[in-house]
């Protein structure tokens, strides 16, 4: 309701800006810089008010659209306010997150992660994230940990789909762990000689 009535506000402010465009070409009178300047902070005001007259879940949702639409950078502002209204918002975090990855910020990546695990430990997803990231980066001791716990999760609730996606990089991982052991025996043999 709030939300409505400062968008309505804007409006009505962006259209006596756009009015007094338009009638200074025409000739007429202008409104004095002092007018212009307080239209523009109400106009300024209305639009952080209406941002802020939003639930967390909307900021969210705002947040997931700008990460879709391959915008990170500007989700995290919604994604913020998002978790100052709702801390406990798990997925907020987690999308936090995915838009640090992006930006290739994995301090602040891990750090979300991190806390999405400390809200929610029971939440699957979180694990997995946060699995997939030290995979990517090449901690693949830590992304087994962080797999099997998704693993356990995702049995737990059931989900078919996750359980084989984590299983997948759970073979790879044990590949990759397996190729490391090699290479390491490979290393030792030959410094030995």
């Known amino acids: 309701m709030l939300g409505g009535f400062f968008f309505v506000i804007c409006q009505f402010l962006l259209y006596m800006l756009y009015y007094n465009r338009k009638h200074t070409l025409r000739g007429k009178k202008q409104l004095s810089l002092q007018k212009r300047v307080f239209l523009s902070l109400l106009l300024s005001f209305g639009f952080v008010a209406s941002a802020w007259a939003l639930t967390a879940n909307e900021l969210l949702e705002t947040g997931v659209d700008a ?7 500007a989700a995290i502002p919604y994604l913020n306010q998002a978790l100052v209204k709702d801390p406990k918002l798990t997925r907020a975090y987690l999308c936090r997150a995915g ?32 699995g997939y990231l030290h995979y990517r980066l090449g901690h693949f001791k830590e992304a087994k940990v962080d797999l099997n716990h998704a693993q356990k999760w995702f049995k737990k609730v059931k989900d078919k789909d996750s359980l084989k996606r984590v299983a997948f990089t759970q073979r790879l991982i044990e590949k990759r762990l397996a190729k490391a052991k090699i290479q390491e025996q490979l290393l030792q043999k030959k410094t030995s000689t």
């Open 99 to 130: 838009a640090y990855e992006a930006l290739n910020n994995n301090t602040a990546a891990f750090q979300d992660y991190d806390k999405a695990v400390k809200v929610d430990p029971h939440y699957a997803n979180s694990y997995e994230l946060r």
């Open 67 to 73: 990460l879709l639409d391959k915008n990170p950078q």
